[in-house]
């Protein structure tokens, strides 16, 4: 495979050039060039796979070659070699399209490893036995991943409410994909070609979230110097997104109760009511039963925008999707970053499952995203995935449930560790009551009782 890779080294030191082609002969065809001149005109009579350049070649600037390199054929792999590791000659050289940067005097192995690793990355047919190889045809973007039966029942219920003007409320966790759940109810209603219009109810200040919601007209408050379209007026005939909706205010509460019973809308210093033909979609991570509770949230708007309610299950509980989710990602950042990445080691997967992902699919999507950018060959390999093994084992702990639950911290984390504790315990012994029991230390009634109260099928 190798010998058909042409390899071009660009030094002035004759010796160097010799002493690295015999070295790299046996496995590749190379060429020499001694300046940068000798090396243009090489470069535009024939296709190299790899070209090492030295940094200083003679009076000439290695950078300038470069640059010239990269008129002629920008996709061509380019190591920078030079006897100064200064950060500015990596960062430059980086910058200008350099795919490494190796400094003098180097070892004979090391130019071969960088050699081999390189043509392999060009050859995207490659993929070693212990590695999945990516399928870049089937990627779609803006699609929910998954196989699990719980992502399957979702779609299922996705594509049923989609043909729908129903209110939907989407809930579950932070970062388990609620927008992207909601974009695709829209994507697949009879409002397609209509706006989507989304708006964050946590991250617009009170004051000002009435006027963003339902507009306003010239003069109605300081600085009101010209009407305003509100987001339901912008999106009338399509969707409006109603994110983190447990943090609104419960005088708008009010208002938005009204424009879902009533159809109309009453911009801000006007009196007059407006129709509009918007469907609402609504997410939260929050429990909006406890917020009614707390007389944070309205019981009647509730039950309106619960119309239909799809709950997705954290990652934690879905962790055959996880494959399918880094794949995905993979080949995402793979093109959006232009790299070649053709697969993943298995290890990587392995690692990948022992995680419980507290951060859900984007915290996994920036996992995968990170070692798609610092992988130095074409494959993901373990090293290349940074978890943050010790904060995940004890200070993420305490984070995960300070952000979970605003309220009964301590009881609801408690019986969230107890409900997880028996669901591995049951898996761990085949479902066998008495053996489970016997694990946790406790009798069969009171496991009994606690399957009852977590609502746990055998």
Not at 6 to 20: F, H, K, P, T, W
Not at 51 to 80: Q, R
Not at 365 to 381: F, G, M, P, Q
Request: some cysteine.
């Amino acid at each position: 495979m190798l010998m058909s890779v042409r390899v071009l080294i660009i030094d002035d030191d004759s010796a160097l050039c010799y002493g690295l082609k015999r070295l790299l002969s046996d496995s590749f065809d190379v060429h020499t060039a001694l300046n940068g001149s000798d090396a243009l005109d090489l470069v535009k009579k024939n296709k190299f796979n790899i070209i090492f350049l030295d940094y200083k070649l003679g009076e000439e600037n290695g950078l300038e070659v470069l640059k010239a390199i990269k008129k002629i054929d920008a996709n061509v792999p380019v190591v920078m070699m030079t006897a100064y590791g200064t950060s500015n000659l990596v960062l430059d050289s980086i910058k200008l399209g350099a795919v490494e940067y190796i400094v003098k005097p180097v070892e004979p192995e090391y130019i071969v490893e960088i050699a081999t690793k390189i043509a392999r990355i060009d050859n995207q047919e490659y993929c070693p036995e212990n590695a999945l190889k990516l399928d870049y045809e089937s990627f779609s973007d803006e699609i929910f991943i998954g196989s699990s039966k719980a992502i399957r029942d979702i779609m299922v219920m996705v594509a049923g409410v989609a043909e729908t003007n129903y209110p939907v409320l989407v809930t579950g966790e932070s970062g388990t994909g609620k927008e992207l759940i909601v974009k695709i109810i829209h994507k697949y209603s009879d409002r397609k070609e209509k706006p989507f219009i989304p708006i964050n109810c946590a991250a617009i200040p009170e004051e000002l979230l009435e006027s963003e919601l339902f507009g306003y007209e010239k003069g109605a408050f300081t600085g009101a110097d010209k009407s305003k379209m509100g987001k339901f007026e912008i999106a009338d005939g399509g969707t409006l997104f109603l994110d983190e909706i447990g943090d609104m205010p419960l005088d708008l509460q009010a208002k938005l109760l009204r424009v879902l019973q009533d159809g109309a809308i009453e911009r801000l210093g006007s009196n007059k009511l407006k129709k509009v033909n918007v469907r609402i979609v609504a997410a939260t991570n929050k429990d909006l039963k406890e917020l009614i509770q707390k007389g944070l949230f309205r019981e009647d708007l509730y039950y309106r925008l619960n119309v239909v309610n799809i709950n997705l299950p954290p990652l934690r509980e879905r962790k055959e999707d996880i494959k399918d989710l880094a794949v995905y990602f993979t080949i995402k950042y793979s093109k959006e970053l232009n790299k070649s990445i053709c697969c993943i080691e298995d290890e990587v997967f392995n690692i990948l499952l022992e995680y419980d992902w507290p951060g859900n699919v984007r915290e996994l999507e920036n996992v995968i995203r990170k070692a798609v950018l610092i992988t130095k060959d074409n494959l993901i390999k373990p090293e290349d995935i940074k978890i943050d093994k010790i904060k995940s084992n004890n200070v993420y702990v305490t984070e995960y449930f300070f952000n979970k639950y605003k309220d009964n911290l301590l009881v609801k984390s408690v019986e969230e560790i107890e409900a997880r504790l028996i669901k591995r315990a049951l898996k761990m012994n085949g479902y066998n009551l008495s053996k489970t029991a016997e694990i946790l230390g406790i009798s069969r009634v009171t496991l009994n009782a606690k399957l009852k109260k977590y609502e746990i099928k055998i």
